[in-house]
Nanobody, 122 residues
């Protein structure tokens, strides 16, 4: 089992910045990847950003490239999402995700945080 604890959401004006953090209950080296997804009201959960442990290099959705950055803090088992130049369309609940390989089933298992609300509004 992997527990993910998120923090850092809130209300911000358009053009502002927020920083989200997600801390895993296991060593980040035991995870296949960590990432962020978001879900706006009435919409599906969409990919935002991720860092894959073995393939390296962050991956970002086209809608956030140039505005958001994702980074790992290996010493603290934490993934951060720095969000700049926020737009009203970034408003959503942001969920932290981690994938861990399950030896018994030989499959990757997804774990989710509880979600944190980000609201961009004037």
């Amino acid at each position: 089992q992997v527990q993910l604890v998120e923090s850092g959401g809130g209300l911000v004006q358009p053009g502002g910045s927020l920083r989200l953090s997600c801390t895993a209950s296991v060593s980040i080296y035991r995870l296949l990847s960590m990432g962020w997804y978001r879900q706006a009201p009435g919409k599906e959960r969409d990919f935002v950003a991720s860092v894959t442990h073995y393939l390296g290099g962050p991956d970002l959705a086209n809608s956030v490239k140039g505005r958001f950055t994702v980074a790992r803090d290996d010493a603290n088992n934490t993934l951060t999402l720095q969000m700049n130049e926020l737009k009203p369309e970034d408003t959503a609940v942001y969920y932290c995700n981690a994938q861990k390989f399950d030896v018994e089933t030989s499959r990757a298992v997804n774990y989710w945080g509880q979600g944190t609300q980000v609201t961009v509004s004037s």
